[in-house]
Each structure stands twice: as C-alpha cells, then as structure tokens.
C-alpha cells in the first residue's frame, strides 16, 4: 500500500463508517473544518477521557481546569502571541495568487512555477469583537492554546488546594489558529483541540522534570499500542525553539506525508507567569515551605492535539488482511480491514448478535444487550450473515463481539470473539459483565 492510498484509505473510512465528514458539506465544505460522526466522537470522547485518566485521575499532584476560550486580550499581549513570534510567513504566487508557507515551498510555486511577490509576516491569531460595538476597545481573540487559561487560573487553584509544588493543571479544549495552510486531513486546522498540562517546578528541578514528562508522555502513546518503529523525540536545536521555551521537543509521528509532530515537551521557564506578573501588575510568585525561598516556578509543559492524536491512533490501526478473517467463503476472497485500535479507545466496545435472526435467540441477545448496556457503548446487530457482521464491527475496531446461539439457551453460555487473536471462548452469561469489567477501564 503507497502512502497516498493509506491516507485516502484513511480519510474514506472516516466518511463511509462516521468518523469524520467534512464540515458544511451541502454548501461545498468549509476549508480544513472537520465534524466528527458518530464514531469519531466517541473515539475522541475515549481519547480524551484516556489522557485525563493518566494525567490527573491517577495523579495525586495534577489538578483539571475548564478555562474560558475568550480570554482579556492582553493575556495574548502578555504571552508574546500578538508580536512576531507567532507569525508565519507567507507567501503569494505572482501569477496564481495561491499562497503557501514560505518554510514549506521553495523559490517559484509549486502549482503554476510563477514567481512569488515578498515574503509577509502572518499572524495566526483568531481575532473577534465582543459586544455590539466593533471598533478596537472590542477586538478579543479567539485563544491559540489552552495553556493561558492554566496560567491565568494559577493563583486560584494554589488558594483552594493544599498543592505544593511540583504540581500541575490540565486542561483540554478547543483552540484556533489562522493557519496559512491547513492541510493533510485532520492533521492541521485552524479549529483543533489541545491536551495541556503545565507542570509548577523549582527551578533547580526543572530538567529533571522535563526528561520525567519526556518519558511519561512517549510511554502513553506506546502503552496504547502506536507501534514503536512509528513514534520517537526530537529534541529541537536552539534556533528552533519558541519563544517562551528554554528547552524543548516533539514526539513524532511517521504519518503518510512524513515525520511529524503530534505532541510538544517544552521547559517553558519562567516566561509565562513572569510576562502574566509584570502585564497583570499581580504578584505570581510562590512561597517555598520547604526551601523557604520565593521564586517564581519553572514550568514544565506537555501540550498534545487531540485531532492529530486521534489521526495517528486511526492511520497506526489501520490493517488490512488478505483470505478473509472471517467465516464466509465470499468474503474470504476480499480484502477485510481491521482497525486494531486499543480496546479502552474504540467506540464500540462489545457488538452483540444472535446466530440467526429467529426466537428465542433474539429475546436472550435482547437481555444481554440491555444489560451490558447500562456500562458500555455496545451494538446489537441482526441483520446479514455472521461472517459479514464481525468484518462490519473489524472495520471500526470493536473489540469484543458476543454471539448467542441455540446451545445457550440449554448451557447459559455464549461465545465471546477476541478481534486480534480471533479466538473464541464460551462465557456463561452470569459472569459476562464480570468478564468485561476485567476488560475495559473504568473510567
Ligand atoms: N502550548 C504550547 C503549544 O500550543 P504547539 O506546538 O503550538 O504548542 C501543541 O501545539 C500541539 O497542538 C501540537 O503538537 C499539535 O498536536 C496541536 N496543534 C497545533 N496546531 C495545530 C493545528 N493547526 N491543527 C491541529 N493540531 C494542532
């Protein structure tokens, strides 16, 4: 399989079975907006509530936060966003007017080969106005990444926990950029969401720290099964570090289109809550019981994008297997896709389905579906050959299926497939809850 066609695999998939549709698709789309379906929200939902497990459920020293998008505009004057460090620059083919960036093309457009006008500077902030009034007093910006409102909520967070530091909040939500050039599906687009954790250090701990989170965050793409070969660090070089960071780098991803950033691990020192002290006039400063100094705290960051993470876990996935997995003959002869996602990350967790669709299989499949149901996303499915019904479920990753037979109604037994090993068991259907329970988190 080339490169291009696993991306479009990808991207038909997303569409035929609801993952992702292209946004305002009746009136023509809307460029590089994305809404996620059925399926896509619920692996998205999952992705989410994974991160929020390992960061802040199973940490005793993390906080959550909800902060607002709109923010006072000048957090952004105070976060440097506003001046030319969070600028791209663009440029315009002479000839026919398409626009690039210019670290991403050479000296002549790659589409006509025209020659391109100077270089711009480009801000990639959403800007807006609040109120009726759309004069300059109004101009606010839609915020370009999650972490500011952890900063702004610093104080707050420190006065209603007994926090000491090391500690840390997390945040996932929404940002914008103006992204000159939004491309590769859901990889890069000018509404995404970020999964934020800034970390509070001393600053003589700051490296230990950092190399800790370094760690910490590779090992959760590789414990939910990205394949080793496919993700490694990079460190970035001194001229490639952003404005705020005094260290810093990329887990990457070996996408389709290239190596690729999916999440940043920067030592954002004491940038943040210096700028927000000195522009707020509000003293951000810690008190150290135990060194009994006051300083203002190192920050260490992780800051990963949700969409880009669900892109990796769908293309790492995507499978596809020659001669048939399952049982008809017809199907044999195709090609069946399996996504072999994490089980605690697919949509569905368990599909359940009488062999046939006649009494009283039917009522006992009913029961279980109503039952399990309560505590997963399950599917009930009647309809086609059974073959057909695990190569529907294989293709959007579902890891359990659950098939009820006439034997179960005399043993009170019923079959439970395992998507990777295909192996089947016989469970007895008092024990059937008990048995996924020890499956799944809960969450
Ligand atoms: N607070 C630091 C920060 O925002 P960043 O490297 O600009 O750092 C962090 O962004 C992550 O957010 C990226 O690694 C990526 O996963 C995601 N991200 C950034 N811009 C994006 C875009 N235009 N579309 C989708 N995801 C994006």
């Known amino acids: 399989m ?64 909800d902060a607002a998008i709109l923010m006072n505009p000048k957090v952004w004057e105070a976060s440097g966003h506003l001046s030319a460090g969070f600028a791209d620059c663009l440029v315009e083919c002479k000839n026919c007017h398409k ?45 370009a990444e999650t972490c500011q409102g952890i900063y702004m909520n610093f104080l707050n967070v420190l006065n209603v926990s007994r926090l000491k530091i090391p500690f840390g909040i997390a945040q996932i939500g929404k940002s914008f950029r103006n992204e000159i050039t939004p491309s590769n599906f859901i990889f890069r687009t000018r509404e995404f969401e970020q999964m934020e954790m800034q970390f509070f250090v001393r600053p003589s701990e700051a490296e230990k720290w950092y190399e800790y989170w370094k760690k910490e965050r590779l090992n959760w793409y590789l414990n939910l099964g990205i394949k080793k070969e496919n ?13 705020y960071a005094k260290a810093g780098c990329d887990i990457v991803y070996h996408f389709p289109f290239g190596w690729q950033e999916i999440e940043g691990i920067h030592n954002r020192g004491d940038w943040d809550l210096s700028r927000h002290s000195k522009y707020s006039g509000q003293d951000l400063s810690y008190f150290d019981p135990i060194t009994q100094e006051r300083y203002i705290p190192y920050i ?9 993470a669900l892109l990796t876990f769908l293309i790492d996935a995507y499978q596809e297997v020659k001669g048939g997995r399952t049982t008809t003959t017809k ?57 057909r019904r695990y190569r529907r479920q294989d293709e959007i990753g579902t890891p359990y299926a659950v098939t009820i037979d006439f034997e179960s109604i005399n043993d009170q037994k019923v079959t439970v497939r395992d998507r990777d090993t295909m192996k089947q068991e016989r469970v007895e259907i008092k ?11 809960s969450f």
């Open 331 to 387: 199907a044999s002869k195709e090609v069946e896709v399996v996504l072999k996602l994490d089980k605690n990350l697919a949509p569905i967790k368990i599909a359940i389905f009488p062999l046939v669709k006649k009494e009283p299989l039917i009522k006992l499949a009913q029961e279980i579906y109503q039952d399990l149901k309560k505590y997963w996303l399950v599917d009930y499915d009647e309809t086609d050959s059974i073959g």
């Open 431 to 441: 024990n059937l809850r008990k048995y996924f329970f020890d499956k799944f988190y």
């Open 231 to 243: 993700i490694k660090l990079q460190e970035h070089k001194k001229e490639e570090l952003a404005h």
């Open 300 to 308: 260490i960051e992780t800051s990963g994008g949700i969409d880009r």
């Open 99 to 143: 626009r690039f960036k210019e670290t991403e093309t050479g000296n002549r457009c790659p589409v006509c080969g025209g020659e391109f006008l100077p270089a711009r500077k480009f801000n990639l902030m959403m800007k807006t106005y609040v109120g009726p009034i759309e004069d300059e007093s109004a101009v606010t910006y839609l915020r």
């Open 2 to 65: 080339t490169n291009e066609s696993l991306m479009e695999k990808i991207i038909s998939l997303s569409k035929r079975r609801g993952f992702i549709f292209p946004s305002s698709e009746i009136y023509g789309g809307f460029e590089s907006g994305y809404d996620y379906g059925p399926l896509g929200v619920e692996l998205k939902n999952n992705l989410k509530k994974v991160w929020w497990k390992n960061i802040v459920q199973e940490r005793k020293e993390i906080v959550g936060l």
